[in-house]
């Protein structure tokens, strides 16, 4: 008999119990008598027996076993706030999301409805400067296409577009930020801008290619009033 | 060696009686010893456990025998007045650690099947059985609660040796 097997099938406390057959019994025996670690277990045991038998004696064990943790109660309190902010976090996700996506089904709501297209704007480079595009928002939330050409040519793997909120002498706040958009097969670039997300006011748009070493002239930018 | 005592004044409900049966395996062990058949003092501990817990396992099984015997059993004595002198020095601080044992554990289930197996002396399949365990969540419940005991003994001081090997050696036996 060794140390393992009598700690998997808790020899000691079978023994004492006297539910181990003669075998068992006098190997284990045989094995204590060499090992007084194994004694110090026996007499573990025999304590641990003894304690639970005054308990009884006593009529607290039966409280004793049924008891609930005295936290339990808090910690349940605890995992339903935390369950609740969970849920509620995941349940809000959806409607968090940028207001500006290369995909309109990116922009749908938790019933995973997309917004609908209300208006489509052309966005081309213009030499000199440009005046900002005036685009209405509408009263309800829904989905405003830009279709942009970008001046970039030859082999770009992909296009990114960022949105930034304008403000008189401030600098530009950046709203959103969409990568990896493809050309389309008609040469445009094309993204949604959610209106629901978005306050009145006026925003840059820069398209550029995805290309760390771009340079700056190869982003187009352009500027829109939401009113 | 006072849980083996505690444990033979529980079972045969007689100090004195736990008493002399203790002694006389701790006389048969060092008779073992003089004559050579214990090789070495070291093993004195366990053969004086093997002797007395032989003592226990008689006792218990003529008990069992003659439980059907009701004028027997009437006549048996009271144990909780025989056993009370053990239990009020040492017995009293293994209930405290044992309580607390019981409160460390975290479901009324794993208190349940520690109870039953060391206590109410359960068979392991008759328990696992009973309560819906595999054999992992029944070792899982038993080992944890082994462990836990043994740290509790020794935070409180309570987990000291007194062996009779020891003893012995302090006397230059």
């Known amino acids: 008999m060794d140390r393992q097997r009598i700690d998997k099938e808790h020899i000691v406390a079978r023994y004492l119990a006297d539910q181990l057959d003669a075998v068992d019994r006098e190997a284990f025996e045989a094995h204590y008598a060499d090992n007084p670690e ?16 005054i308990l009884q004696e006593r009529g607290e064990l039966d409280s004793l076993i049924r008891i609930r943790r005295q936290w339990s109660l808090p910690l349940a309190v605890a995992a339903a706030i935390l369950l609740a902010v969970v849920g509620i976090w995941l349940w809000m996700a959806p409607h968090s999301h940028a ?12 019933s995973g409805r997309a917004p609908e297209v209300r208006a489509t704007y052309l966005l081309a480079r213009a ?5 900002a595009l005036e685009i209405p928002l509408p009263p309800q939330r829904s989905a405003i296409e830009l279709r942009m050409i970008p001046s970039a ?7 990114q577009v960022a949105l930034s909120r304008l403000e008189t002498e401030k600098p530009p706040v950046r709203v959103g930020r969409i990568r990896g958009l493809k050309t389309g097969d008609d040469g445009l670039v094309t993204a949604y801008l959610d209106t629901g997300q978005l306050q009145p006011g006026r925003y840059l748009i820069e398209l550029s290619p995805e290309q760390q070493d771009a340079s700056d002239a190869s982003t187009d930018r352009f500027v829109i009033d939401l009113r | 060696m006072s849980g083996l005592r505690a444990q033979l004044t529980r079972v045969t409900g007689d100090a004195e009686l736990a008493a002399d049966l203790l002694q006389d395996a701790i006389v048969t062990a060092l008779q073992k010893l003089r004559t050579g ?30 439980v059907s015997d009701c004028d027997a059993a009437t006549e048996m004595p009271d144990a909780d007045a025989e056993a009370r002198p053990v239990r009020l020095v040492e017995g009293r601080q293994w ?13 009324p289930r794993d208190r349940e099947v520690l109870v039953r ?11 696992c059985s009973s309560l819906g365990l595999t054999d992992l969540q029944f070792n899982r ?3 944890r609660a082994r462990e836990r005991f043994r740290e509790l003994l020794e935070q409180k001081g309570y987990d000291k040796a007194d062996f009779l090997a020891i003893g012995l050696a302090l006397l230059g036996m």
Do not use: M
């Not at chain 2, 209930?95 to 479901?107: E, K, Q, T």
């Open chain 2, 37 to 66: 058949d214990i090789e070495h003092r070291g093993q004195l501990d366990g053969y004086v456990y093997r002797v007395a817990l032989n003592h226990l396992r008689n006792y218990r099984r003529k008990d069992k025998s003659s």
């Open chain 1, 38 to 53: 194994v004694v110090r277990d026996i007499e573990r045991a025999l304590r641990l027996k003894e304690g639970l038998a």
């Open chain 1, 99 to 110: 207001p500006l996506a290369g995909e309109l089904v990116a922009l749908a709501d938790s």
């Open chain 2, 95 to 107: 209930a405290a650690v044992a309580r607390r044992l019981l409160l460390d554990l975290p479901s």
């Open chain 1, 127 to 131: 030499r000199g400067a440009s005046p």
């Open chain 2, 141 to 143: 419940v038993i080992f």
């Open chain 2, 117 to 127: 197996f060391y206590l109410r002396e359960e068979e392991r399949a008759d328990l």
């Open chain 1, 153 to 159: 040519r030859g082999t770009i793997s992909g296009h």
